[in-house]
């Protein structure tokens, strides 16, 4: 081997040592994700309820609880094998999917409390919370805020349909509230100010149900559009 030959073994072997080792340090987070994303995928069948029955959302909450423990569990999992300080590099598998994690646990605590989650709250439910390694990303918790004002334009439009009409009432003021909320902010990240622009048709989904069930003298006397308890 000559002189030259020898040096660029040298400067290049490190790199393919590098880069093997990326790809078995994504190949192991790849494993933990499918595991993360079963359980979303059963979080959000299990979810499904509110939107044909009047009955069954606190069990639906009760599942959704126990399967966010099998979430955690993950992510503990997912913070152990991520190299410290490298975040970002690898951020890219699992960030939608803690979107829409992000998105359920605030669904579960409308449900449950009728009013909106932080993110510490969110983190502690999807098991982000004081990890070493990994955190949760503002833009994933504000992401996963939106995507609940989707779901619950649907949910108050499928409400009427099985009779509850006091709660596209509370469903209006508090996305109202959380539109307002994010008035305040100004919003650089092109993603998240494009899926934030899609929130005034939610607004407007909702508000058309109430004034269409006000129009029929289908509010409920004591709603005045406030939350329920």
């Known amino acids: 081997m000559s002189a030259s030959d020898s040096i660029i073994e040298s400067i290049f072997t490190p790199f393919q040592e590098s880069i093997n080792s ?4 994504r ?17 959000i069948t299990a979810l499904q309820i509110i939107h044909r029955s009047l009955k069954g959302e606190e069990t639906a909450c009760w599942t959704a609880r126990k399967l966010f423990e099998d979430v955690r569990a993950g992510f ?4 152990s094998v991520v190299p410290e300080g490298q ?11 803690t979107q ?6 605030a669904l579960v605590v409308f449900l449950e409390k009728g009013f909106l989650i932080d993110k510490v709250t969110t983190a502690q439910i999807v098991g982000l919370h004081e990890k070493s390694r990994i955190h949760l990303d503002l833009e ?5 805020l939106l995507n609940l004002a989707t779901e619950l334009a649907r949910f108050a439009i499928n409400s009427v349909t099985y009779g509850d009409y006091n709660r596209p009432l509370q469903i209006s003021k508090f996305v109202a509230e959380l539109n307002a909320g994010f008035r305040l902010l ?6 998240l100010r494009k899926r934030f622009d899609a929130l005034k048709y939610d607004v407007k989904k909702i508000e058309e149900v109430v004034y ?3 129009l029929r003298g289908l509010v409920p006397s004591s709603g005045g559009g406030e939350v329920m308890e």
Do not use: P, T
Request: net charge negative; with cysteine; aromatic share 12%.
């Open 22 to 25: 990326e790809q078995d340090v």
């Open 27 to 43: 190949e192991e987070i790849r494993n933990i994700m499918k595991d993360i994303e079963r359980s979303l995928r059963e979080i």
């Open 100 to 105: 829409r994690l992000c998105f359920l646990a």
């Open 212 to 214: 269409d069930l006000s």
């Open 76 to 79: 503990d999992k997912l913070n």
């Open 140 to 144: 994933d918790y504000l992401m996963g």
């Open 186 to 191: 100004n919003l650089k990240n092109d993603s």
């Open 87 to 97: 975040y970002y590099r690898y951020n890219d598998h699992w960030r939608y999917a």
